[in-house]
C-alpha cells in the first residue's frame, strides 16, 4: 500500500473517530459533574421540603443511578455504538439482577412505605416483627432497636410491613391497668376507698380521663378489682410499678388480704 494512502486513510479515520472519541470522553466527564450536581441540587430541595433523611439517601442514589445511565448511552451513542442493544442487555440483567436481589428489594421497598406512611419514627417504642424496644434507625434493608435489655435488634423492613405494628409513643397518654385481688372476707368498700386514696396521693395521674376502681371478678380465691388510671407516656413504667409497690404495702399496713390460690373443702360426718 502507498504510504500516501495509508497516511491519508489514517488521516480520514482520526478525523471522523477522533473527534468521536474526544466528544464521547467530554460528554461523560461532562455528564457525570451535571448529574451530580442535579442530584445535589434535587437532594437540597428535599432536605428544605423536610422529607425524611433515609428517603432523602434512597431517592438521591436512584436519581443519581438513572442520570449516570443516560449518560453512558449518551456517550455510546456519540461514538457511533447503536446503544438499543444495549438497552435490552441492560434491561435483561436489571430482571436477573431483580429476581436475584428479590428479598433486598422488598426490603427497600417496605422502607420506602415506612418512610412515606410513618407508622413509627426514631425513637419510638414499638412492637414489631417479633420485637420490642425502641427504635434507634431505619436503613433501606433493616429497622434497628434496642431492647430493654440494651440488645441490639436488625429487623428487615419486609417482615416489619407485613407484620402487626404497636406504638407505644405515638399517643401523648397511656393508660396503667391493674388486677388486685383481696380477700372474701376484706370490707370492700373500704378497698375501693383505699384504692382510690391512692390514687390521689399520685400527682403523675391524670384527672382526664378519670381513674377507674371497680370490682370485675368474683373468683375462686379472690374478689378482684380492676385499677386504671391515665399517665403520660414517658411516665407509665414508673407509675405501673410504683402503684404495684404502694398498693401491697399499704394494703399491709390496713390489714387488707392479697390471698393466695386456695381452696376451700367442706367434709360431712356421718
Same mark, same amino acid.
Request: glycine share 6%; aromatic share 10%; hydrophobic share 45%.
Given at each position: ?154 429487623? *428487615?423492613?419486609?417482615? !416489619?410491613?407485613? =407484620?402487626?405494628?404497636?406504638?407505644? /409513643?405515638?399517643?401523648? $397518654?397511656? #393508660? +396503667? ?31 382526664? *380521663?378519670?381513674?377507674? !376502681?371497680?370490682? =370485675?371478678?368474683?373468683?375462686?380465691? /379472690?374478689?378482684?378489682? $380492676?385499677? #386504671? +388510671? ?41
Amino acid at each position: 500500500m502507498d504510504i500516501s494512502k495509508y497516511n491519508d486513510l489514517l488521516i480520514s479515520y482520526v478525523s471522523e473517530y477522533g473527534l468521536k472519541i474526544i466528544a464521547a470522553i467530554a460528554i461523560f466527564f461532562i455528564g457525570k459533574v451535571i448529574a451530580k450536581k442535579i442530584t445535589s441540587v434535587l437532594k437540597k430541595i428535599m432536605i428544605t421540603a423536610k422529607v425524611d433523611i433515609t428517603l432523602i439517601e434512597f431517592l438521591s442514589k436512584v436519581i443519581y443511578f438513572a442520570l449516570f445511565i443516560v449518560v453512558i448511552l449518551t456517550a455510546l451513542s456519540t461514538l457511533g455504538i447503536n446503544t438499543t442493544s444495549f438497552l435490552a442487555i441492560f434491561g435483561a440483567a436489571s430482571l436477573a439482577v431483580g429476581l436475584a436481589l428479590k428479598d433486598s428489594l422488598s426490603n427497600i421497598g417496605a422502607a420506602v412505605l415506612i418512610i412515606l406512611f410513618r407508622p413509627f419514627r426514631v425513637g419510638d417504642t414499638i412492637d414489631a416483627g417479633g420485637s420490642f424496644g425502641k427504635v434507634e434507625g431505619i436503613n433501606l434493608f433493616s429497622t434497628v432497636l434496642a431492647t430493654p435489655d440494651n440488645k441490639t435488634v436488625m429487623i *428487615p423492613n419486609s417482615s !416489619v410491613i407485613n =407484620s402487626t405494628i404497636t406504638n407505644y /409513643s405515638n399517643k401523648p $397518654t397511656r #393508660r +396503667v391497668t391493674l388486677s388486685i385481688g383481696v380477700g372474701y372476707d376484706d370490707d370492700l368498700k373500704f378497698v375501693k376507698e383505699t384504692l382510690q386514696q391512692i390514687i390521689k396521693e399520685d400527682e403523675r395521674v391524670l384527672k382526664d *380521663p378519670e381513674p377507674l !376502681v371497680a370490682v =370485675s371478678e368474683l373468683a375462686q380465691s /379472690s374478689v378482684n378489682f $380492676t385499677f #386504671r +388510671v391515665w399517665v403520660n407516656n414517658d411516665d407509665f413504667w414508673n407509675v405501673n410499678f410504683d402503684m404495684l409497690e404502694k398498693i401491697k404495702t399499704t394494703f399491709d399496713e390496713k390489714g387488707i388480704s392479697i390471698p393466695f390460690p386456695q381452696i376451700d373443702i367442706h367434709t360431712k360426718k356421718d
